[in-house]
């Protein structure tokens, strides 16, 4: 490890990184000296592309396709990476969806799909990694800042399956602290991606509720998750840590 490359030969798998948040979180890691494995669903393009910024920062680099609604395709890409790479040291669970509407709009689908990507994909995919990990492993997954306050209508479902991820994070936490595994969650809030842009029609409402009224970008996201993974993060453990500007506050 040096100051400078503060992730020196450390081996990380970040779901859903192929744009946004996800994206930032594996660059950022490869900068900070990590080997880099990310999954995507369906953009190709945008998955090489990252994992081709991953090898220019001097890392290896491992780009899966992967459906994070199906299980055997979430541990087969825990297991590639971890193959690949001769193990694994960190994993982020950053892949997630959104469906929101009125209580009464929402479908079975939408249900079972929100509940399978946000929720359970954490919990296979955090069961997969931990049998590669060894001290000082690390395991974060993205909530939100809708998980410890709700400030609008209709996203309900969005809600509970991001809160859901908080008793996992402390449970787990538990679970693998004795192994020198640490878990914890980081809640980003309006962050300036394809899927909630900062000029976007409802930023203006949403920078209202800030106290510091601008957007977050992905990097700041990435800023964060890079700290928690490090060495100077090992004693941060079972935390949720909000980054959204104050919203909450």
Not at 35 to 54: F, K
Not at 216 to 236: M, W
Request: aromatic share 2%; net charge negative; charged share 20%.
């Amino acid at each position: 490890m040096t100051d400078r490359l503060p992730l020196l030969g450390k081996r990380a798998l970040v779901t859903g990184a192929s744009r946004g948040i996800g994206a930032a979180i594996a660059r950022r890691l490869a900068r900070d000296g990590a080997d880099v494995a990310i999954t995507y669903e369906r953009s190709a393009d945008r998955g090489e592309a990252v994992g081709r910024d991953i090898e220019a920062a001097g890392r290896r680099a491992l780009v899966l396709q992967s459906d994070a609604g199906d299980p055997a395709a979430i541990r087969r890409a825990v297991n590639d990476a971890a193959g690949a790479f001769g193990g694994l040291d960190i994993l982020v669970n950053n892949a997630g969806i959104f469906r929101g509407g009125p209580l009464a709009e929402l479908s079975l689908e939408d249900i079972d799909a929100t509940l399978a990507v946000n929720v359970r994909a954490v919990v296979i995919a955090s069961q997969a990694a931990a049998a590669h990990m060894g001290e000082g492993g690390r395991i974060v997954s993205i909530g939100s800042n809708l998980a410890e306050r709700v400030t609008e209508p209709d996203v309900s479902l969005y809600a509970l399956s991001k809160a859901a991820l908080i008793g996992w994070t402390k449970g787990l936490a538990r679970d693998l602290g004795p192994r020198g595994i640490t878990v914890n969650l980081v809640h980003p809030g309006s962050t300036d991606t394809d899927m909630n842009p900062a000029e976007g029609p409802g930023a203006e409402a949403q920078r209202a509720r800030m106290a510091i009224p601008r957007y977050g970008s992905a990097d700041d996201i990435a800023a964060l998750v890079a700290f928690v993974v490090g060495p100077e993060g090992r004693s941060i453990n079972g935390a949720g840590l909000t980054i959204d500007g104050g919203a909450n506050a």
